[in-house]
């Protein structure tokens, strides 16, 4: 493996770049272990505790007072990073954004309703509904093969 060090006077923060000439298990791996997050798990805080958790474990992500929320089946946690990037670690095909300040868990959710006119109301795990923006109401019944 090559490994190349350029340093970059007007960067804020590091950046890696990983190039391969396919997706491998080795890639994966060394990608995770760059993203400085153990396992792939996520950082919450609440106050001065801080939990691990893995993604499946969030109903939803979502914005609330300038900080992202993420709300799981034992309480909501102040994650650190911002919906885009969440967004972009995510598994596409399970966690999708239903408005500009909310992505949902799809593994999570329990009930849909259709019937309010272009809008979709979704049910999580718990009973908590979320309401789909009416600019993602395409992207979310194409995911969902409505």
Not at 13 to 35: F, G, Y
Not at 46 to 75: D, I, M, S
Not at 111 to 129: F, H, K, N, P, Q
């Amino acid at each position: 493996m090559k490994v190349e060090i350029r340093i970059v006077p007007d960067r804020k923060e590091p950046a890696v770049v990983i190039e391969a000439a396919e997706r491998t298990s080795e890639v994966e791996a060394l990608a995770k272990a760059l993203s400085g997050r153990p396992g792939g798990l996520l950082t919450g805080r609440q106050g001065e505790r801080a939990v691990f958790f893995p993604p499946e474990e969030v109903l939803r992500f979502y914005g609330e007072q300038k900080l992202v929320k993420a709300q799981t089946g034992t309480g909501v946690w102040t994650v650190d990073q911002r919906l885009y990037e969440l967004e972009e670690q995510l598994d596409r095909h399970t966690f999708v954004r239903i408005s500009h300040s909310e992505i949902v868990n799809l593994k999570k959710v329990t009930g849909l309703d259709l019937s309010l006119t272009g809008t979709i109301c979704m049910t999580l795990e718990g009973g908590t509904t979320v309401y789909v923006s009416r600019r993602y109401v395409k992207k979310i019944k194409e995911a969902l093969d409505l």
